[in-house]
C-alpha cells in the first residue's frame, strides 16, 4: 500500500481502515512485528488516549496496553471513573520498533495517517497523550514532557493534554504523583465534555 489514504477513499470506517493497516507494508517496521495493533475501544467516545507504539505483549497479542504496563493503565482510568470500553486507545506506530526502542521520525510520520483517520471517525473531543512521543507527533515537536505536562492545549476542536506513559510509572513511581495531577485534570474536562452533550 503505497498510495496515501486521502488518495483512496473520501470516508473509511474503523474497520475498513483496520484491515488496511494490518496489511500496511509502508515502513521497516512492518517486516518485524507479528501483528499491527491498530487500536481499541468506544469508536463514538468523547475521550481518546494515544500512546507511542507496541511493546513485545501488544506485538503478540494485536492488542493495545497489554502487559504490566496495560494493567496500570486501567487502574489510572478506574481511578478517573473510566474503563476501556468507554475510551478509545491507540498509538503514534502501530507496529513494535525492535527491542522497544523509540519510534523514528519517518516511521511516525508515515504511521500518523492512520491516527489522522481515527480521530476522523471517532471525533473525540478530549485527546490524552500519554509520553512524550505522542506529545511531540500530535502537540509539538520540542514538547518537554517533564515540563510541559498537566497543560491543556485547544487545536481546532480538541482539548489535548499530555501525561506520563504507564510504563514510564513503573521504571520511576515517583512521577506517579503528578501523573495522578493529570489524571484529576482528565477526569474534570471529560465531566464537562459529557455535562456539554446531556
Same mark, same amino acid.
Given at each position: 500500500?503505497?498510495?496515501?489514504?486521502?488518495?483512496?477513499?473520501?470516508?473509511?470506517?474503523?474497520?475498513?481502515?483496520?484491515?488496511?493497516?494490518?496489511?500496511?507494508?509502508?515502513?521497516?517496521?512492518?517486516?518485524?512485528?507479528?501483528?499491527?495493533?491498530?487500536?481499541?475501544?468506544?469508536?463514538?467516545?468523547?475521550?481518546?488516549?494515544?500512546?507511542?507504539?507496541?511493546?513485545?505483549?501488544?506485538?503478540?497479542?494485536?492488542?493495545?496496553?497489554?502487559?504490566?504496563?496495560?494493567?496500570?493503565?486501567?487502574?489510572?482510568?478506574?481511578?478517573?471513573?473510566?474503563?476501556?470500553?468507554?475510551?478509545?486507545?491507540?498509538?503514534?506506530?502501530?507496529?513494535?520498533?525492535?527491542?522497544?526502542?523509540?519510534?523514528?521520525?519517518?516511521?511516525?510520520?508515515?504511521?500518523?495517517?492512520?491516527?489522522? @483517520?481515527?480521530?476522523?471517525?471517532?471525533?473525540?473531543?478530549?485527546?490524552?497523550?500519554?509520553?512524550?512521543?505522542?506529545?511531540?507527533? #500530535? #502537540?509539538?515537536?520540542?514538547? *518537554? #514532557?517533564? =515540563?510541559?505536562?498537566?497543560?491543556?492545549? =485547544?487545536?481546532?476542536?480538541?482539548?489535548?493534554?499530555?501525561?506520563? =506513559?504507564?510504563?514510564?510509572?513503573?521504571?520511576?513511581?515517583? *512521577?506517579?504523583?503528578?501523573? @495522578? *495531577?493529570?489524571?484529576?485534570? #482528565?477526569?474534570?474536562?471529560?465531566?464537562?465534555?459529557?455535562?456539554?452533550?446531556?
Amino acid at each position: 500500500m503505497n498510495k496515501s489514504l486521502e488518495q483512496k477513499h473520501d470516508m473509511y470506517t474503523l474497520s475498513q481502515l483496520e484491515m488496511i493497516c494490518n496489511e500496511c507494508d509502508r515502513c521497516p517496521l512492518a517486516v518485524t512485528r507479528t501483528h499491527a495493533v491498530f487500536g481499541e475501544g468506544n469508536e463514538h467516545s468523547k475521550i481518546m488516549f494515544v500512546g507511542e507504539g507496541p511493546g513485545l505483549h501488544e506485538d503478540r497479542t494485536g492488542r493495545p496496553f497489554v502487559g504490566r504496563a496495560g494493567e496500570l493503565f486501567d487502574k489510572m482510568l478506574c481511578a478517573i471513573g473510566l474503563t476501556r470500553q468507554a475510551i478509545y486507545i491507540t498509538n503514534i506506530v502501530k507496529c513494535r520498533p525492535p527491542n522497544n526502542r523509540n519510534p523514528l521520525e519517518g516511521e511516525c510520520k508515515t504511521c500518523l495517517e492512520y491516527l489522522r @483517520w481515527q480521530v476522523k471517525i471517532i471525533d473525540p473531543d478530549i485527546i490524552v497523550c500519554l509520553g512524550a512521543i505522542a506529545a511531540k507527533n #500530535i #502537540i509539538d515537536k520540542d514538547f *518537554k #514532557i517533564t =515540563h510541559s505536562r498537566g497543560i491543556w492545549y =485547544h487545536k481546532g476542536k480538541f482539548e489535548i493534554l499530555a501525561t506520563y =506513559h504507564p510504563a514510564a510509572l513503573l521504571r520511576d513511581p515517583a *512521577k506517579k504523583q503528578d501523573a @495522578w *495531577k493529570d489524571l484529576r485534570l #482528565i477526569r474534570e474536562k471529560y465531566q464537562h465534555v459529557i455535562d456539554i452533550c446531556q
